[in-house]
């Protein structure tokens, strides 16, 4: 009988030891960065002008060329097709509060998704 619990009890302790458990990550979806399209950047960068209160007096999607006017200041964006694909935009200011241009450029980087 002591045998038997002996036996039974070894039996018990090696089943446990044989069990192992390994801990997996579960795999994390990662949002894909996708190139801009030069419509959606040309489209954001009007917007954000708008949104700091601009006028836009030119919007010439054909050479990529927005300007807004508010009293004296005047900012220009240039968006421009790269050679790798992707879009560059860039703001100019003229006569404005230094801080309007970068208002317009956290407008611009919002309305993009960044």
């Keep these: 009988m002591k045998r038997l619990f002996i036996g039974a009890a070894c039996g018990a302790a090696l089943s446990l030891t044989a069990c192992t458990y ?3 990550p579960a795999p994390v979806a990662y949002p894909v960065s996708t ?3 030069f419509d959606r950047s040309f489209a954001a960068a009007t ?3 708008r949104d700091q209160g601009l ?3 030119t919007q010439d999607r054909a050479n990529g060329i927005i300007i807004g006017a ?3 200041a ?3 964006a240039n968006v421009r097709q790269q050679p790798d694909g992707s879009v560059r935009v ?3 200011a003229k006569g404005a509060d230094p801080s309007l241009i970068d208002r317009v450029s956290r ?3 919002g309305r993009m998704g960044r």
């Design 70 to 72: 508010a009293g004296s």
């Design 55 to 57: 006028t836009i007096t």
């Design 74 to 76: 005047t900012v220009t």
């Design 90 to 92: 860039q703001f100019d």
């Design 107 to 109: 407008s611009y980087d």
């Design 22 to 24: 390994y801990a997996v």
């Design 35 to 37: 190139p801009a399209s």
């Design 47 to 49: 917007d954000a002008m």
